[in-house]
């Protein structure tokens, strides 16, 4: 071979060489890289819902309560948990049940709520908190929900008209009772 096909040949591959570096530069020069780390923080969260029966509502419309000092189930109330740490739930009342009608009043005693299948006894509401249950975090299998069945008894002679009184949830993440 010639040295001149030499010299072309070489000049050949150089330029082939230069082109395929410049359209590739990956090739020619290690990309720097660089890194960063992200962190997040998710705290501890705590937030229920309330509901009742199988619609979800959010008042309860007992059925008919016969003044007759018996105790009468009034039906399921649930919490559904959303925390993702443990919580307490804990319950009160404000006050005596009032009449819509007249002025009477019943008292708050003759309410109770008792949590099934947690062994405890039917237990009156009264105007402090009382502690009703404990709920774990939402976990992948849905949301944790804890039922209280109230149960009213009426005292004889108890003037008819429609009864109101309010019940307050609170859930707590820890062991201290709420204020």
């Known amino acids: 071979m010639k040295m001149l096909d030499l010299k072309k040949i070489l000049v050949t591959v150089l330029m082939a060489l230069i082109m395929i570096l410049?359209?590739?530069?990956?090739?020619?020069?290690?990309?720097?890289?660089?890194?960063?780390?992200?962190?997040?923080r998710v705290p501890e969260t705590n937030a229920i819902s309330t509901?009742?029966?199988?619609?979800?509502?959010?008042?309860?419309?007992?059925?008919?309560?016969?003044?007759?000092?018996?105790?009468?189930a009034i039906g399921n109330l649930y919490v559904q948990s959303y925390s993702n740490s443990n919580t307490q739930l804990w319950v009160r009342a404000s006050g005596n049940f009032v009449g819509a009608?007249?002025?009477?009043?019943?008292?708050?005693?003759?309410?109770?709520?008792?949590?099934p299948g947690a062994g405890n006894e039917k237990t009156n509401f009264s105007s402090g908190y009382v502690k009703a249950g404990d709920q774990s975090p939402k976990n992948a299998?849905?949301?944790?929900?804890?039922?209280?069945?109230?149960?009213?008894?009426?005292?004889?002679?108890?003037?008819?008209?429609?009864?109101?009184?309010?019940?307050?949830?609170?859930?707590?993440?820890?062991?201290?009772?709420?204020?």
């Open 22 to 40: 410049g359209v590739f530069p990956s090739f020619a020069v290690s990309s720097p890289v660089s890194t960063q780390t992200v962190t997040i």
């Open 51 to 72: 509901g009742y029966g199988t619609s979800g509502a959010s008042q309860i419309q007992a059925q008919d309560v016969s003044p007759d000092n018996t105790e009468t």
């Open 101 to 115: 009608k007249t002025s009477n009043s019943l008292e708050l005693s003759n309410l109770k709520f008792a949590v």
């Open 141 to 179: 299998d849905g949301d944790h929900k804890l039922s209280l069945n109230l149960y009213m008894s009426v005292p004889y002679g108890t003037s008819p008209d429609t009864y109101t009184a309010t019940v307050y949830l609170t859930s707590v993440l820890d062991a201290t009772a709420p204020a």
